[in-house]
C-alpha cells in the first residue's frame, strides 16, 4: 500500500472523512489515492483560506476535524489566517501540508521553505513524517491531539516520497484524551461565592453556550441574583425557548461599564475579559483589580456538566426564563442595518445555522433573531477578516439538510471571496447576505477611537473608502456561478431571502446599506 | 512627533515612498499619520497577498523597496505566500506588521499571535521596535538591509503603542552595503575554463539578465563556443536587439537532457540547477556528479561587471548575436496557445513591461515575444501561485508611463483576484490576459508524471477540474471595476487587445481556450 493511501485510510478510520483541499505538485500522491479510498470526500477549494475556514466551520457543526490538504510553505501561509481564526474558536483540525521529497529539501528548490516554523505559529501539534511505514500512525495521532478537549490543530507534513513509497500501514483510531471533570469542591466554593451577596457575574463562553450550558446558566442567575454575561463561542444557539444573555461588549469602555462594581467574576468556558485591541488611557483588563476571579470550569473540562451540578445546589427546583417566540414585523422601506436585521429574522428559515461575519452592519441582528425560530450561530472567533464565508462552507458540508445563512460585510467578504465558487460547486445550501456600504466602517469608528486628539486627514480616510470603485458583489458572485441579485428596499431583501430559501443550492443577495459618513 | 510619523518620515527620508497597505485597528496610528507626511504615497489592497505581490513588482521596476503595512499575525500570514515570491525573487521589502500596545501582550487577546515567528519564516531581518524613539532608526535600519545586495525582506513589528506615543525620532537614510567585486583570479580561472576545449555550460541568471549582462554572456558565447543557459531573474530583457538564450526546463528530465554532456558549467548570478520537484527516480541535482561547477559571481557581487570583464577577456572585439525585429503574423481562427502568443506579440505595445504567470497556457509566448519590441519581463520567481497579478499592480505604480500587461492563468488567477480592485482604484495601466482554459493544466500533467504507474480516477481528476462551474473573469473584472471582454476567437483577442492599449486604465481581456482533455 501506498503511503498516500495509508494515510487517507488511517484518517477514515479515525472518522476524518472530509478533506478540504487546494493541492499542488507534492500532493498529486495524496490526490492520486483518493480513488483507491472512496470513503473520503474530498472538497476542492480555490484558495487555501478558503479550506482552512471551511474546516473549521465544518468541525463546529459535525463535532470532528476535517482534513485539509495545503501545498507547501506558501500554501500553509495562505491558510494561516483562518488557522488562527480555528485556533481561537477551539476548533478542531487537521493540516497535511505537503512537502519536497525528504532527499529533495537540501537542494533548496524555489518552494522550498520552513513548513514546520510556519504551522508552529497556529498549531498545538506539529510533525513530519519521516518514513511511510509511520504515515498512518502519525495521521491516527494528529487526529487524536486534534479531537482532545479543548479542540486543537494538528499539521502533519507529508513529505512526497513518503506519500508516493509503497509500504504505507494503516493505523487504528485512537483515542482522544476525554474532557476534565470539575471537582466538587470547585462547584462548592461557586455556590458559595454565588449565595453569599456580593455582586456577581457569571462569564460563559465556550461549550457552555449551547442549550444544556445556557439554561443552567439562567437557572443560576434567576434563583441567585447573579448576571450571566456571554463571550464567544465556536457555536452557540439562540432563538425562542432559549434565555438571552448580553455579550461581553467589543469596545473595552463598555466592556468596562458592563463590568463596573463587580465583586465576584466567575469564568466557565470563558478567560477573564480583556479588551479586544488597546487604546491610549484604557486599561486592557476589563474586570479591574477590585474584583475576584475564580475559575467554575475552563476549556479543558465538562463545562456543562459543571454548570448543571452547579445549578442544581443553587437553583434546585428553579426554572430558567427563557425568550418567548417573536419577530419583528415584515421591513419595509430605506435598508438600513435595522430594517435589514428584520427581514432576516423574518425570513430565517427554520433549524437553520447563521454565520456571523457582519462587523458593523450587523449591530441588530442579535436582537432582530433572539426570538426567531432556533438556530445555530457561528461567529468569526479569532478576530482574523474573512473567516465567514469558509466557515458556511464547511457548516453546509457538515449539515446538508439545514439552510445555511452567512451573514457578510462588504470588506471581509474580499479576503476569501473563492469561497462562493465552492459554494456553486458543491451546490450547497447557503445564503449570503452581503452588506456592502462601501467602506471599512470598523477601521472608520476606530480611527477616530484610537488617538483621542484624532482628526483623519483625506489621506487617512482614503485608506478606509472601499467604495471607490464600488464593489458589485452580485457580479463577483456570478462569475463564480452563485445566483445573484442586489437589492435596495427592505421589501426586495424580503422577496430575495424568501426565494433564496424556496431553492436548493447558494444564493447571494447583495444588500446596499447607506455608506457611513 | 508620533512614533508612527516619525516611522512614515524615516521611510520617506530613506527614500522609501511608497506603501501597499490592508490595515487593521492596530495600524490606524500609522494610517492617521500619512496626512503629515504627504511624500509618502499609500495604495490600498484589499488582501494583504496583493500588498506583499505589489511591493515585489514595485522594487522590480523601481530599483528600490516599497513598504507594505499589514494587520498583526493573520495579515502577515496572508501576505506570506508572496513574500516567499519576493524572497526568492530577491526583491528588496519593508514589511511593517501592526502589533498590540507592548502592555497588551500578555492579555492574550484574540488577535494575539506570534508575529515574529511567522516572519522569520520568509524575512532576512525580523525587529520589533521596543519604544517611539528608536523606530526611526528601525526603519532606517530595515531599509538598509532590504537594500543590501541581493535585494532582502526585512520585517519591522510595530506595537500600537510606540506608533501612537510622542517622541519619535526621524532618522536619516543609511547607505546599504555595496555589491562585491568579484576577483581578478576568478575571472581568470573562468575564462581558462571557457578557453580550455571542455563542453561548457554558462548559467546565468539574477541581475545578468539585463540587457548588460545578457550581450556579455552572448559575446562570451560566440568566441568561445560555449552554451549559455538562462534561469529566473526577478527583472530580465526581451525583444529585438537582445540574445535569446535557451531557459532551464521546468520539467527535470529535459532539463538533464539540456546539461548532457557537460563537462562544465560556470555560474553568474545562477545557482547550480535543480529540478523544480522530486519525482521517482529522477535525480533532483540537474547537472549530474560528471559536471564541474564554478562560480564566476554569486548574487551578493556585481555579476554584470564580472560578466564584462569575463567577455572582454575572451571575446576582445566579439559582438553579440542579437535577434533581428520580427513578428508573427496576425493570428486568425480558433484560439489556442499558440494563436494567443502571436496575438499579444502583435500588439504588443511599445516599452512594455510583460507580467508572466501564464503557466500551462504560456508555452509559446517567449518565442512569440523574442523578436517583438524590446520590454522587460517579470516571472514569478518563488513557484508560489499567485504572484502575477499583485507583481503587475507594483509594476504599474512603479512605471506609470509604461504599459503593463498581465498574462495570467485561471487557477494562478484565483488566488489574489482582489488585485483587480486596486488596478480600478489607481487606473494602473494594466491589460490582463486572462487564459481560461477551465483546469488546473499544470497538475493535470504533473499527476501523470509524478506517478509513473497512476492512472487517474475521477475522484483523483476532478480535483484538477476549475471548470464546474466555468469561472467567468470577465464578470469578476468587471465587479472590481476592471472593463472587460471575453473573446472566443484569434481576430476578437487582437481587437480587445489593441483597443486596450489605446485606453488607459486597467482592462482585462478574457481568453476562452480549449479544456485539456
Redesign the interface.
Known sequence: MLGSEALIQSLVDSDVDVCF?N????E??F?????AV?QMR?V?C??E?VATGAADGYSRMAGKPAAVLLHL???L??G??N???AK?AKSPMVVIVGG??T??NR?????Q??IE??A???SAWVHTSGHQRDIGNDAAQAVAVARSTPGKIATLVLP??VS?SEGGVVAPRREPAPALTVDKAVIEAAAAILTGGSKTVLLIGGAAMRERGMLAAARIAKATGATVLAT?SNRSERGAGLPVFSRVAYLGEQAVAQMAGTQNLILAGA?SP?????Y?GVA??VAGDSCEVSVLADDEQDIEAALEALADQVAAGVEATVTEAALPPSPTGELTPRSMADAIAVTLPANAIVVEEAVTSGAFIGSALAGAPRHDVLPV??????GGMPTAVGAAVAAPDRPVISLQAD?SA??T??SL?TQ??ENLNITTVLMNNQSYA??RN??TR??AG?N?????L???D?G?????????A????VPSVRVTTAEELVEALTNAAAQDGPHLVEVMLPSPE
Chains 1, 2 share one sequence.
Open positions: 483541499m493541492p499542488g505538485t507534492s498529486m500522491h490526490v492520486n489515492a483518493l480513488d472512496p474530498s476542492l480555490l484558495f483560506g510553505g506558501p500554501g501561509g495562505n494561516l489566517a488557522m488562527h481564526n481561537r519536497h521529497a532527499y529533495h537542494y533548496d528548490a524555489p518552494l521553505s520552513d516554523g510556519i508552529r505559529t497556529m512526497a516520497d508516493w464567544g478567560k480583556v479588551t479586544f485591541f488597546a491610549p486592557s483588563d472567533m479569532g478576530g482574523a477578516i474573512g470588506g474580499m479576503y471571496i473563492q465558487w456553486a460547486r470598523i477601521l476606530e480611527l484610537v488617538g484624532y483623519p486627514g483625506p489621506r487617512a482614503d485608506m478606509l472601499i471607490r470603485p464600488t464593489l458589485n458583489f452580485a457580479e463577483l456570478s462569475g463564480m456561478g
